[in-house]
């Protein structure tokens, strides 16, 4: 929920900081991309709030199968450390690089209606 609320206040360097920045990216297009995902639905605060509440959690592995994999090596990081969400369309990757966790993945987690009571 961190992201989501730094990506809404506008705070790029403490959002930056919860995501893996693509390697090569220049940090002055960090932040357009943030308010871009916010923009798109990609993420909000309500929607990790449900995703939370109500979607399915585990490893990448267990939520994604092979798709795992192909998550982490985009990212650059190993798939044993990397946990998941996943709820309707919206999906969440985290990397646990030992001190915290960072998105490697937000997909439709703004999108998320607030009707559904039960996993899917």
């Known amino acids: 929920m961190a992201l989501a609320r730094a990506i809404e206040a506008g705070k790029v360097e403490e959002a930056s900081a919860l995501v893996m920045i693509p390697k090569g990216m220049p940090p002055d297009e960090i932040g357009p991309e943030l308010q871009k995902s916010l923009e798109r639905g990609e993420i909000s605060v309500s929607g990790v709030e449900k995703l ?30 990397c946990w998941a969400f996943s709820f309707q369309e919206a999906e969440a990757v985290l990397f646990w690089d030992g001190q915290t966790f960072k998105a490697i993945r937000f997909d439709d987690i703004g999108k998320i209606s607030g009707d559904d009571k039960e996993h899917q």
């Open 52 to 81: 939370g509440k109500l979607g399915s959690f585990g490893t990448a592995r267990e939520i994604f199968a092979d798709r795992a994999d192909h998550f982490a090596q985009k990212a650059g990081v190993d798939p044993e450390q």
